[in-house]
């Protein structure tokens, strides 16, 4: 089982001792954001670093057409977690963000355990 990462004593959150006024706390040790005061409320969110990976996928950006095209570009992982909320999200989206899949923490490791197995079988077989 495993659990989210800290959510305090990194290295930057000790060194980093101001925040804005609605930040509750110090940056978990992933997040890259500089947290302004000014941020929207949709904005304020820890982040971690956008990874970026190469990958071809099936268009379905349109509805009408049969989503047999193949798009090549890269998608885009990254750990994010709303200020002053425990929930810690993994999110995958193509560059243009043109769809985005969200799940929790927990979730991606479940996935990214299962995915592993099912490769490993497939290659195997
Ligand atoms: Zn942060």
């Not at 990958?55 to 998608?75: C, F, I, K, M, N």
């Not at 479940?110 to 099912?118: A, N, S, T, V, W």
Request: charged fraction near 20%; charge should be negative.
């Amino acid at each position: 089982m495993s659990e989210a990462p800290e959510h305090e004593s990194s290295q930057r959150s000790r060194m980093d001792s101001h925040w804005p006024s609605w930040q509750t706390g110090p940056c978990p040790s992933w997040c890259v954001q500089q947290h302004q005061e000014e941020d929207f409320p949709d904005d304020r969110k820890h982040q971690s670093q956008i990874v970026a990976v190469p990958a071809v996928w099936l268009d379905q950006s349109t509805l009408d057409e049969p989503a047999d095209e193949l798009v090549a570009g890269h998608l885009h992982l990254v750990v994010w977690q709303r200020i002053g909320t425990a929930e810690t999200m993994v999110s995958l989206a193509d560059e243009g963000y043109n769809g985005c899949f969200e799940v929790s923490f927990e979730s991606a490791n479940r996935l990214h355990h299962k995915l592993g197995e099912l490769l490993d079988h497939i290659a195997g077989a």
